[in-house]
């Protein structure tokens, strides 16, 4: 079991940056597939970005803006967030899983609101 709490959104200019943390509680968080998923209004959830023992992962439209990182001592999942776009702006949320398949935890989402 581990739960999550994301924090680091807010209001942004169009161009400016980010950068989002999830704190997860538990003592195994560095075996945990981790990811960032994002859902705009009127949108489904998308996946934003992830980080394994194999490496990250991104999805098309945020390659080379976003990054994804961890920090194993600490708990804590973070995404970077660079060139922020209006259309960038949407609930994100960090999720957290054991191996491929659905993810299993989710923290409650913090609002990212970039302005043109």
């Known amino acids: 079991q581990v739960q999550l709490v994301e924090s680091g959104g807010g209001l942004v200019q169009a161009g400016g940056s980010l950068r989002l943390s999830c704190a997860a509680s538990?003592?195994?968080?560095?075996?945990?597939?981790m990811g960032w998923f994002r859902q705009a209004p009127g949108k489904e959830r998308e996946f934003v970005a992830g980080?394994?023992?194999?490496?990250?992962r991104y999805t098309d439209s945020v390659k080379g803006r976003f990054t994804v990182s961890r920090d194993n001592a600490k708990n804590t999942l973070f995404l970077q967030m660079n060139s922020l776009e209006p259309e960038d702006t949407a609930v994100y949320y960090c999720?957290?899983?054991?191996?491929?398949?659905?993810?299993?935890?989710w923290g409650q989402g913090t609002q990212v609101t970039v302005s043109s």
């Open positions: 980080i394994n023992r194999s490496g990250t």
């Open positions: 999720a957290a899983r054991i191996g491929v398949g659905n993810y299993d935890y």
């Open positions: 538990g003592r195994t968080f560095n075996s945990y597939d």
